[in-house]
Structure formats: structure tokens, C-alpha cells
């Protein structure tokens, strides 16, 4: 009898090594959210460090402009042709894509909020289910809280850039996603009217 046991304990701890390495996968994606910690307190599970933005427009004058190259996953800022600020993006996922084009900012705003896409909360505010759509099948007991979009700078209907999640592939639902600090510099550097350009 103790020869058998012998045996099989190697087999029980890789058994239950499996299941512990499971479980610990399993819980790293459950509580990721619309803006996956770049905007508050959410985890930034598997996010890449940000090696490529970065912005030196403060100190210069001069007529906004932005081109988004949608390959790159990088919008380039420019001030009367001189190029100041470079950022990673998250843009369009498969089906959702990131229009291209030529655009404009149509309108600013610092505290947006989405009204398609966001978490279904509880009276206490707690997410019962996240990243879902407004039309979405709702849990029972719960309500649609949109997601925030801070910094957001619309360019047409529903698309516009604002800080978000960057997973380091386009994962978004057709929207511009920035780190926070680069949509904050964006944000108080273009106006109504500057022009945004969006190529493959």
C-alpha cells in the first residue's frame, strides 16, 4: 500500500500545482476594466511598460495638428509643423475599427463619460459585470454605469481620443485610447477645429 502512495504523490502535487497556477490565471482577468488602471484604480493586467510617448509642446507656440497611424498604434502631434509629442494608442479592435481619414476636433470634454459601453453596477456602485454594452442582457438588481473617458477630444460621432487601457494591440470599441498623461496634454493643446489626420 505505501509503495502505490509513494507514487502518486508525485502526480498529486503536479495535480495540484496545475490547479493553483489555474486559479492564479483565472483571477489575474477577473476584475479588468474599460480603463484598466491608467484612469483610476483598476488593474493594468499584461499592459506593456510605454516606451514611446512622450511630449516637449509646452514651451512652443503654433497651430495644432495630429496624425494617427493606426499600424503603429501612435498619434504624432505637431505645432506648426514641428513635431512635439509622440503617443502609443489603443485604437479600433477587429470590427470596431478606428475610422481613417481627415477630421477635426468637434468637441472637448474633461469628465466624458460613455453612453454605449461600461459596467453593470449594483446600488453600492460595485461592478457585477464589466465591459459590456448599454444593451447588453443586465443582471438582476444592477444598472449600466458608463465608463470614463477623461480628456476626451471627439472627432466624429461616437470616436474620439481619451485617456484608457493600452494592452499594446487595438482592443478598443473605435475610440483613440491614450495614457493619461499624454491625453491631458493633447487635451489642453488642441481647440475646436484642429485638424486630426488617421492613415493605415
Known amino acids: 500500500m505505501f509503495p502505490r502512495i509513494s507514487h502518486l504523490l508525485p502526480l498529486l502535487s503536479i495535480a495540484v500545482s496545475l490547479f493553483i497556477v489555474s486559479c ?13 488602471g491608467i ?6 493586467y499584461g499592459a506593456p511598460q510605454d516606451t514611446i510617448s512622450y511630449w516637449d509642446g509646452d514651451a512652443i507656440g503654433g497651430k ?6 493606426l499600424g503603429e498604434q501612435r498619434a504624432y502631434f505637431y505645432k506648426s509643423g514641428l513635431l512635439v509629442g509622440v503617443s502609443q494608442l ?6 470596431l475599427k478606428t475610422p481613417t481619414g481627415q477630421f477635426a476636433i468637434i468637441q472637448k470634454d474633461i469628465n466624458h463619460v460613455s453612453s454605449k459601453y461600461g459596467d453593470f453596477v449594483d446600488d453600492a456602485g460595485t461592478v457585477v459585470k464589466a465591459n459590456v454594452a ?5 443582471p438582476p438588481g444592477t444598472h449600466f454605469k458608463g465608463a470614463p473617458m477623461p480628456y476626451f477630444m471627439r472627432i466624429w460621432d461616437g470616436v474620439g481620443m481619451h485617456a484608457g487601457y493600452l494592452p499594446g494591440y487595438p482592443a478598443s470599441h473605435g475610440c483613440i485610447r491614450m495614457p493619461e498623461f499624454m491625453a491631458e496634454n493633447f487635451f489642453k493643446s488642441v481647440s475646436t477645429g484642429t485638424p486630426v489626420t488617421i492613415s493605415n
Do not use: C, F, M
Not at 39 to 44: D, E, K, N, R
Not at 134 to 138: A, E, G, L
Open 24 to 36: 492564479v490565471e483565472d483571477d489575474r482577468y477577473a476584475g479588468t476594466q474599460y480603463l484598466g
Open 39 to 44: 484612469y483610476g484604480a483598476s488593474p493594468t
Open 64 to 69: 495644432p495638428s495630429i496624425k494617427i497611424r
Open 90 to 95: 489603443s485604437t479600433g479592435r477587429e470590427g
Open 134 to 138: 448599454i444593451d447588453d442582457p443586465k
